[in-house]
């Protein structure tokens, strides 16, 4: 490995380390209102606001073909309990940004996360 590629792969790194900070910090920030919205085999099962942080609840999603269990702290939510096989959707873990999604196949469960944009105004610049 020459010395210009050990520079370039710093280079590359510091600057994906940078972007990742910077979306982390910026990505819940403009949402007035965010909430879950859970549906079961394409259709609305239940919305679920996610805006008090210190609310704990768990939600159990009964279908025709299986059973998971949620829990919704934090700000944010997750799958506890799933009767699949393959538990990928309690693999998947917490979620709490807008746009993230939780989908259990076998079940045909996916719990999404929206938001609302504040509607306030931060900065006029002329």
């Given at each position: ?23 982390n910090?910026t ?14 085999d ?43 096989p ?34 306030q ?6």
């Open positions: 490995m020459k010395k210009g590629d050990i520079v370039v792969a710093l280079f590359m790194a510091i600057l994906a380390v940078v972007l990742l900070g910077f979306y910090i990505s819940n920030r403009h949402y007035a209102h965010k909430y879950a919205v859970i549906t079961v394409g259709k609305f099962y239940k919305k679920v606001s996610l805006d008090d942080t210190n609310y704990q609840q768990k939600i159990p999603v009964v279908t025709k073909y299986g059973k998971d269990i949620l829990m919704v702290k934090d700000g944010g939510i997750k799958v506890i309990y799933a009767e699949c393959d538990k990928i959707c309690i693999k998947e873990g917490f979620i709490d940004k807008p746009g993230q999604s939780i989908v259990c196949l076998p079940f045909r469960i996916v719990v999404e996360i929206k938001g609302e944009k504040n509607a105004i931060d900065q006029v610049v002329y």
